[in-house]
């Protein structure tokens, strides 16, 4: 880093890159199978990986859907808000519930949301998301179903808000642990991090990477602890193709957020 990182220029060989994918590297959508991550992002992507830069992906959405986005990239990734890691070199490890807490969570949310068609629900494998994104009014009805079956599963659930969404989590899930994990280990160890997020689960992320000396950017608006701020999904396009000019070695201010 050659300034502060309030204002950073950005010297992405000295960086460790990690991106939220939601609201970040892909438009929100009425519902999340309609998502996509725009090509000209992807390129960057795969140039920044095949030139040695270390990226990872970081989302609440499970491991096998990020490399689906992502394709024919497959990086280094966390899904499920950090229940799910997979290590530069290819290792998954998992936080999970025990089968048969499972299977009744999934019942009976399932019994519970069936008494409001508006509400839908994601079965992630290791947690659910309840959305309500196609009836916001449901929101107060979703957020007290939410709540209640955390309380009820205390120990093992966790409730993680997002946007027009309340998702259960396994208990210790957390974005902010799962880039410490990588910044302890090859290639991403004695890097600068670099995370870009939009939502309250990023917070976590933001928190460390701040702890870490490194940068953290919130994309959109809305209060934060990052330390800078991209205004879209569409600047966070154009902030990777600044990259990748830096990284052919022309030189671009426009890699500085806002
Ligand atoms: O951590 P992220 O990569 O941002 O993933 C967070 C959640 O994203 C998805 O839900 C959100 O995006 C949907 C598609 O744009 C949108 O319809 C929904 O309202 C949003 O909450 C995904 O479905 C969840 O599993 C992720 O946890």
């Not at 992502?70 to 530069?88: E, F, M, S, Y």
């Not at 701040?210 to 600047?235: D, M, P, Y």
């Amino acid at each position: 880093m050659s300034k502060q990182n309030d204002e950073a220029e950005l010297e992405p060989r000295r960086c460790a890159f990690f991106f939220d994918v939601d609201g970040t590297l892909a438009e929100i959508q009425p519902r999340p199978e309609l998502v996509s991550i725009p090509p000209r992002s992807l390129a960057a992507l795969q140039q920044l990986h095949r030139e040695g830069v270390p990226v990872a992906v970081i989302s609440g959405r499970p491991i096998e859907q990020l490399d689906a986005l992502l394709q024919p990239l497959v990086l280094p990734a966390a899904g499920i808000h950090g229940a799910q890691r997979r290590t530069a070199g290819g290792t998954q490890q998992n936080l999970a519930l025990d089968e048969q807490t499972f299977a009744t969570v999934q019942r009976e949310l399932a019994q519970a949301c069936g008494e409001h068609p508006g509400l839908s629900l994601e079965n992630k494998g290791v947690a659910f998301a309840l959305h309500y994104r196609l009836a916001p009014e449901l929101e107060e009805t979703a957020r007290a179903l939410a709540e209640a079956f955390v309380k009820r599963y205390a120990e093992v659930l966790a409730l993680q808000p997002g946007k027009c969404v309340f998702e259960l989590k396994p208990r210790g899930a957390s974005k902010g642990e799962v880039i410490r994990s990588f910044m302890r280990e090859a290639p991403f160890s004695g890097r600068t991090p670099v995370f870009l997020g939009d939502d309250l689960t990023d917070e976590a992320g933001f928190a460390v990477v701040n702890e870490l000396g490194g940068v953290s950017i919130k994309v959109g608006s809305g209060a934060t602890e990052a330390t800078q701020r991209l205004a879209s999904v569409a600047a966070v396009t154009a902030w990777l193709e600044a990259l990748q000019h830096a990284l052919s070695g022309q030189q671009d201010q426009s890699i500085k957020p806002d």
